[in-house]
């Protein structure tokens, strides 16, 4: 199952609801890591739009839960803006609401992204063959690293290009890491760290979706990495 939950909405659509959160990131004087509110519901923002968009949905809305206090609210709206901008989507209407009764020690945010997807479209659960290949287009950073590598970081644009190819499937990759994922996305399979080889750290915790999978018949192989440029890493498994 995904971090998506996908509800009929009429006999040919239906909603598609992905969400994200983020605590100890901000401004406050006792967060983790010390960053401006835009850079926090960027982050989160991106998360959420990229499990949307991965599930073959178009976004038409954005829900903020703001608990780092009324002074945030702008600049938490500014970074969903500045996801949207890179997206090139405009029609997306952005509501939510502010913890104004009690101040939080640390900075705390959430943002849900609604979509909609005629039902036939998208989804996962792929059958790995011999044709299926993969990859993995940017780099699992988490905390400081997202900042302090931020060249490493999968565009956001590049993610929405390489999602609407025909015949492609992503997948973003979050807390739990690429194998986790990898092992999400394709039907009876189950693969072991030992059978999947690249050369990025399989366990790490990819954050805000620094990075996202890729799977792809193998004729498009070349039309996938020429889009990713240097943000691709081969991932080859091992069946054996």
Known sequence: MRDVLQIPFSEEEMIVIASDNSGGVGQKDA?????????VSYYSFRTA????IAAGANPFAAILQNFCGENAWE???AGIKKGLMELKIEDIEITGSTES???LLQSAAGITVLGRKRKQEGGWGLA?????????????LVGNEVVEQETEVAPLALFYKIATMDGVVT???GSKGI???????FEHRCFQEKQVHTDLDLLKSSGPSTCFIVAYPREKASEVKSAAGRYFHEVNIDLE
């Open 31 to 39: 967060d983790a890591v010390s960053v401006p509110y835009e850079v």
């Open 49 to 52: 739009v990229m499990e949307c």
């Open 75 to 77: 600049a938490l709206k």
């Open 101 to 103: 009764n009690f101040a």
């Open 128 to 140: 790995y063959t011999s044709q299926s290949a993969i990859g993995i287009i940017g780099s699992p």
């Open 171 to 173: 997948l973003p990759v």
């Open 179 to 185: 194998l986790h994922e990898l092992n999400q996305l």
